[in-house]
């Protein structure tokens, strides 16, 4: 599967199943693509943040790596996070990565440290030099705490250092700036800008983005890529009530905020809903997330319900 | 060498000195500890911040565990930072620290993610079940993006879960907080208050602090042995005059800051003192920090002399 | 001029001229609600950020909504800022509006002080009670530290507390569940809202926006009104055109980044692109905002000329 | 009475009693003021942070500085807080308070805009040059969210344009930049550094601050006059019990935590003790504050009564 052209479409972040001990769930896991092609998604990234990533060991990644790139066999490609504090770090994620055959990397910026601009364009040079395949820039303020510059991002692009991006910011301005410069730019033409920002995907497609990365594409895979061909046919009245009704079902990530972190609840209740769903056999979180409790998820199912899912 | 006892006095963050090809340079980290030893320190602590412990890779960190621990053999307790994400990588950083043979772990809250104060207590309390080491909480808002709670850590340390406390916060009124809480606390009186702030010591020391882990002790551990001899003395002027004298040579970790990150310039600062001081064989710093230039370099040289290190 | 329908259209924050030694420059202000009135502007909102309203003493604030006031003379709808640190200082800021014949009033939560949610809707309820006109909520967390809940807009526009929303938070995501909150919320239907970021305003009429409050429309008030009006059409591809046009011309913003802040930059630009088209007769910001220098001048006139406006 | 000596000892920062429709209780103030004199404090600072300076209308500002500076008629020097956004509306706040006859003037950096170092440095020399008065800054970055530089500090200060700091950033380490500095720069010597951190003041009477402006200083005066003294003395362990003693007290801040904003709950406790103490009639705090309920005043009264103030 080449990725020599632009990536495009629905690409979901893949869920990691977990067995009730934090055993990666290969069953399950196997279930959850099925589940996602037959939605029709366009590609795959595994080890994203809403594949529980942050929570994996190394050994995790590497079960969860070998068990998708097996099962898919290059039905479409698959994308692998290689989220690590720094350079060294992610080069090994990435030595893995390569090595289970994925067919594109997603890296962030350095985090834990406080990193110059200059120390993350090294970053992200030192990696694409160091690895053959290609590179995507994941902008995710919320856990990096520092937002990738579009400047940064077009020269790389421009270089061929960058594939693609991933922005998860919220920073639509600044998603529209990369948009327009890649069109200014010689050599940035066929850099690829995927949507991490599920409630806004209509709006991303009609400024020129060329995907989506929706993590509720796990509950709901179906709606984003009815979502995406709309757009792609040019009928945005049905990409927009398709993404309406997609932003009413994400208020279910909301369903433990008043317990646990936000990242806990939203992860849980993609689990939640993936279990209600009979897809996945546990909807296991990783430790130290707090589990939900039974009304939790029960109004999970409220909202599944709601949307005609069940 | 037992920790039964709090921990107390000197325990400097130990740098990671490196090759120019970014490999762990064992004889120039052997050099260092001795460094470090003849200048009267009460313990070592490998594989913090200050350490680049987020640039090194997990063999690097294993070399530098078995180089440490192998070469103290005993002399004074090593505590080993376990610092990644969240608690199941952890655990795998501490087993391998436990192997080595290390006194004690340093494990700062979850990461990356957006973490509940309950999911906080859940991850240290997750630590400390699962390893049978003195396990010390790291306060480090900097990188991890978000204060431990001085009543949660109070009340891990009455609960026995946690040894110490290595705060680096900057929060002199919460540590303050800290002190007087394991007074009254039954269970917490042995709890272990590290300082991590290098400029306020004989301050933290004065408010009650068992010790300080500080960066600059690197380059100068005569300098804080001394202020740390002379407060247990109970002679705080002579403290306080030393300490004067650190912080105004603390004033080389900002040699390189118009170009580069704050922790790069501060890192660069101190490798590039222990290499003039002949402790160390390069002043390299892991990728993707900038190094210091020339002038740099010769700016960190004048800070020496001024302190009389050269 | 009635308010009584919700607002929407073009709504431009009107920048505020001053003389080289900070006074008010009537006639210059006369002249800029001439252009924007003859740009095909739907209202005006004056006394915000945009206007410098944190930089003006209140003689300035009166005199601006006096001449603004006195100079529109109903052709459209004039909304004031009163904009101040917590209620009483808000209030009296009110009641200069309300004397001066205003059409309705923006507030910002609470900023300086900590605010709880539940005491940002004792502001806004209280503000609402004591006077007599449409009240809008200006959320704009880049200066007021915190961001406005989609709920309590909510539960304030179904009271009939807030006529409307000034969305300057960037939060797209955040936008679309208050547009569609309002559809599902009994009484909140005629709760105006209106978008402040000006790079995404297709986008946001395309979701759902009444309206856009653009700073760059002091610069290009028939670029926003065209935009609207094509989207208003259903010719959703010439309000991207168009919008396009304006994301280029907004770079003008960033001309003076590297000497000041990001405000001074933004503002100084407006108003030095004011003078280079005649309508001001100073480019002079409020003191101790840098001022621009000729080579800035320079490129904000480049600007002008790339977007056809010279 | 002159201020040409530098400030020193204890200035706290009044309070500002309200009567219960939020109008200055101008008997109560005057009670509050004879209550701090007879402490023994050493000057008064009216219009800060803690006098609620950013809930009070300007009316109510000028009754504060009436009743303050009438009453006090040159006992001890009062200083007046100028807090607003910028440097024009601060301008007008000074005039105000230099015709009441303050002593010297209280400013912040520039907040709600976004502001470049340069900047700040012109409010301070625009103020300053503008004003006969002694200028204060006034480093609180939680409300302000900036910091303000220590070597700009320090220049200022040479320059003559500031008379002195009142640092409640917290930041320990930039407290001891600032005092060595000032030994280190000609014309900086008279510069006088006053800390606003409640729990740390012998720590920073240790490291060589001139004084402090303690909140809890409202509810104790003669607890932080004599932690002075004793300090003043040399006395240092005695300065720590009593230091150590307030820390205690000043828990008392939290009551309210749970239902308001941090500030909320520590102005409501302060003014509820000293409606407890018979000092003020009213523990009314400004609008929107969500007022301490009947438990949380008789938890006030329970410390009161630990600290043996009762």
Known sequence: MSTATALSGVIPPVCTPLTPDFEVDTASLV????HLLAGGVDGLFVLGSTSEVAFLPDTHRRVVLDTVVGHVAGQVPVLAGVIDMTTLRVLDHAA???AAGVDGLVATA?????THPAEIELHFRTIAARTG????????????????PGDLLLGLAADGVLAGLKDSSGDEGGL?????????????ADFAVLTGSELTVDSALWMGADGVVPGLGNVDPHGYTRLYAAARAGDWPAARR??????RLFD?????RARMGHGSSALGAF??????LGVIAHPTTAVPQIPLDESEIAAVGTFLAAAELR
């Not at 395949?133 to 990738?148: E, F, M, N, Q, R």
């Not at 529209?176 to 940035?188: E, H, I, Q, S, T």
């Not at 689990?271 to 209600?276: D, G, M, P, V």
Request: aromatic share 6%; net charge positive; no cysteine.
């Open 242 to 247: 398709e993404q309406e009704r997609l932003v």
């Open 31 to 34: 279930r959850l693509i099925d």
């Open 96 to 98: 893995t990565a390569v």
């Open 271 to 276: 689990k939640a809903a993936l279990h209600l």
């Open 252 to 256: 279910l990530v909301a369903v433990g």
């Open 176 to 188: 529209r700036n990369v948009l327009l410069g890649r069109r200014d730019r010689p050599g940035a």
């Open 110 to 114: 350095p985090f834990y440290t406080r």
């Open 133 to 148: 395949l290609p590179l995507y820039a994941y902008d995710l303020p919320v856990s990096v705490h520092s937002k990738l």
